[in-house]
């Protein structure tokens, strides 16, 4: 069973930076995708980047609303994702959730859509004020 536990969220205000933090335990091999997720009150839960390291430098995808901001990240020493969030806005506010799903086919650029994953996290909470 893939166990995966966020860290790292909390208030900030615009413009400043927050790293989150997601590890993980349970699983076996490198050929997996991980993400990052988001939902804020009464909204979709929306993706905001994913990352494949089966590779030796990580094949990473962004939602279009994060790119330039957000940086993903995996040590896989470590078993641990990153996501360091740069030039926060008050839009980015919202529970923050990592997922993960394993694949036996090479499929490159990992997913951003959520019914593909099927670990989930319990989510940190980010809070960036204007």
């Known amino acids: 069973q893939v166990q995966l536990v966020e860290s790292g969220g909390g208030s900030v205000q615009a413009g400043g930076s927050l790293r989150l933090s997601c590890a993980a335990s349970?699983?076996?091999?490198?050929?997996?995708?991980m993400a990052w997720f988001r939902q804020a009150p009464g909204k979709e839960r929306e993706a905001v980047g994913t990352i494949n390291s089966d590779n030796s430098d990580g094949i990473t995808d962004y939602a279009d609303s994060v790119k330039g901001r957000f940086t993903i990240s995996k040590d896989n020493a470590k078993n641990t994702l990153y996501l360091q969030m740069n030039s926060l806005k008050p839009e980015d506010s919202a529970m923050y959730y990592c997922?993960?799903?394993?694949?036996?086919?090479?499929?490159?650029?990992?997913?951003?859509?959520?019914?593909?994953?099927?670990?989930w996290g319990q989510g940190t909470q980010v809070t960036v004020s204007s």
């Open positions: 997922a993960y799903f394993q694949y036996y086919r090479w499929v490159g650029v990992c997913s951003l859509q959520a019914r593909v994953y099927d670990y």
């Open positions: 349970g699983y076996t091999g490198s050929r997996n995708c």
